[in-house]
């Protein structure tokens, strides 16, 4: 059974070894990893009022992702800033896990919770190509593409909306797509 739950400071050993596992089959894969910011990324778990989620199996840290109120001001159009959403980025999910696809059940929790909230939207962003293609698959679509330092940052967006059959994805480990 899966759940979501507020990170606190005890779960950053568990998230490290997350976040390390991800980077070794991104590196695998010949993807960038990110093998030297672990310590960093980890840490958001122990920071009080954290903003990171952790998804669990039957207790076991498999996942992690961080939910915030606000967004990069960057790359959004002054109504698209004006709308209230969710930011949903450094998600990452232990590889050993992928065939529940947890990265996926992630990103509808976050939809559901928006929805649930009040909120219109959950954007998110990234570097990678083919994860365009992975968060299209969750329902994203995308909206931007920005010149940002080195990069280029695809923005997606998805409209917040709560998912009938989500709790029993959760109960169940999750196996088909909601949209």
Request: hydrophobic fraction near 45%; aromatic fraction near 12%.
């Amino acid at each position: 059974m899966f759940a979501m739950r507020p990170a606190c400071p005890d779960d950053v050993p568990a998230v490290a070894a997350v976040i390390t596992a991800r980077s070794v089959w991104m590196e695998g894969q010949g993807f960038a990893s990110w093998s030297g910011v672990v310590d960093d990324l980890a840490g958001q778990a122990a920071v009080d009022g954290t903003l990171m989620w952790v998804l669990t199996a039957d207790e076991r840290v498999i996942g992690c992702t961080t939910l915030a109120g606000d967004r990069p001001q960057w790359g959004w159009t002054p109504e698209q800033a004006e709308q209230d959403s969710f930011y949903l980025f450094t998600t990452c999910t232990h590889p050993d896990f992928r065939h529940a696809r947890p990265g996926s059940l992630m990103a509808w929790w976050a939809v559901d919770k928006a929805a649930a909230e009040g909120k219109q939207f959950v954007r998110r962003g990234t570097t990678e190509i083919s994860l365009v293609r992975y968060y299209a698959r969750q329902g994203f679509e995308l909206v931007h593409e920005v010149q940002r330092k080195n990069s280029l940052v695809y923005l997606m967006a998805r409209r917040a909306q709560r998912l009938a059959g989500l709790e029993a994805l959760f109960a169940a480990g999750f196996v088909v797509p909601v949209s």
